[in-house]
């Protein structure tokens, strides 16, 4: 049966990490990253992912503004106090919680965000650092950063590997599929991205030493698609109905229980990626702070 990937024992790691880090940034600068969390409106998935990203910066120590704005809120508005945010020197990083209501252009509110702050990665400046590779400051969208840190954590070899991902969004599977490409580290994979119009998925995702799915169908990945052995990342998050309680029950892309007799290692819906994203988000914070600390340091050196 196939060892399970916790998302949520990987984030503790993760985490305490970042502790220790935030720890030197106030030893050396008497600083620590600072996070703003703009929700617009009270859209309930969107506030419970907001108060979790908060929660989470304020259990690490950092300096964390969350500012809840009416859904009236114009776009002029938004985008005057996102420009207040990127001239803060005490914030490193704005999160803008998506969606946004109808009458404010997303694509605008991501543009005024200053790239170097901008810790989801959402930014076509940070897409285009991202698709250059390296390590070049730029901020690595966090779901698939966080699937990528799940596979070098697990211990899956990634050089050489061929890796499959369904699906092609511009939040996971586009950005996944460049990134296992990429040389470097949890990398140099042979990358197929597979989709809608894909003639025989099921063929490609026997191939797969590492599949990765990001459909949001479930019970889309059956287990004969699976290559014994394989390492597989389930990205989905599906509502597939409500417990006795009230409470969502959520199911992942994969048909979990069937797919643990065939894969090596699987990650659980929910347990798995979903923490991973959170704790990529506060990687992100945490660099950015660097970033900025050590830039301003230099700027102020005589020259
Ligand atoms: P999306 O709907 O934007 O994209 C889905 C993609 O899957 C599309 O490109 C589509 O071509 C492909 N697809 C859909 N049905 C398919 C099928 N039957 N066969 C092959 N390809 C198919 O979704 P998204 O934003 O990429 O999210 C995907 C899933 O991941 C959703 O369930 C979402 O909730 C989940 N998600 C989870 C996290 C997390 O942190 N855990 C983050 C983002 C998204």
């Given at each position: 049966s ?26 050396k ?28 910066a304020l259990?690490?120590?950092?300096h ?16 005057a106090?996102i ?9 490193h ?14 694509e605008?509110?991501?543009y005024a965000i ?12 940070n ?7 390296g ?25 050489g ?24 580290r ?24 590492i ?19 394989a ?5 989905g998050v ?17 048909d979990?229980?069937e ?9 659980p ?16 914070t ?14 102020t050196?005589p020259?």
């Open positions: 196939a060892e399970i990937i916790s998302g949520t024992d990987m984030r503790t790691a993760i985490l305490e990490e970042l502790a220790s880090e935030v720890e030197a940034m106030k030893a600068h008497g600083k620590v990253p600072g996070l703003v969390t703009i929700l617009v409106g009270e859209n309930p998935a969107s506030v419970s992912y907001v108060t979790l990203k908060v929660k989470t259990k690490l120590g950092f964390e503004i969350q500012d809840s704005q009416p859904e009236s809120i114009s776009e002029e508005e938004l985008l106090l420009e207040r945010y990127n001239q803060d020197p005490d914030i990083g704005i999160l803008v919680q998506l969606p946004l209501p109808k009458h404010i252009n997303e605008k509110v991501i200053n790239p170097d702050k901008d810790v989801d990665g959402f930014h076509p400046v897409l285009g650092r991202m698709v250059i590779g390590d070049n400051g730029g901020f690595l969208p966090c779901t698939p950063a966080g699937i990528q840190e799940m596979i070098v954590r697990s211990g899956t070899e990634t050089s590997a061929e890796v499959v991902v369904v699906g092609r969004s511009n939040i996971v599977g586009k950005p996944i599929s460049v990134m296992m490409g990429q040389k470097g949890g990398a140099n994979s042979t990358v197929t991205m597979v989709h809608t119009r894909t003639h025989d998925i099921a063929e490609h995702c026997k191939r797969a030493d599949l990765i799915v990001a459909a949001g169908v479930p019970g889309l990945v059956k287990p004969d698609w699976i290559k014994p052995g390492t597989v990342i389930d990205v599906n509502r597939v109905g409500t417990s006795t309680t009230g409470k969502a029950i959520l199911s992942g892309d994969v979990f229980a797919a643990c007799k065939v894969a090596g290692k699987i990650t819906v929910p347990g798995g990626v979903g923490p991973m994203t959170i704790a990529m988000l506060m990687k992100n945490v660099k950015s702070a660097w970033m900025h600390l050590e830039r301003t340091m230099a700027d050196l020259r």
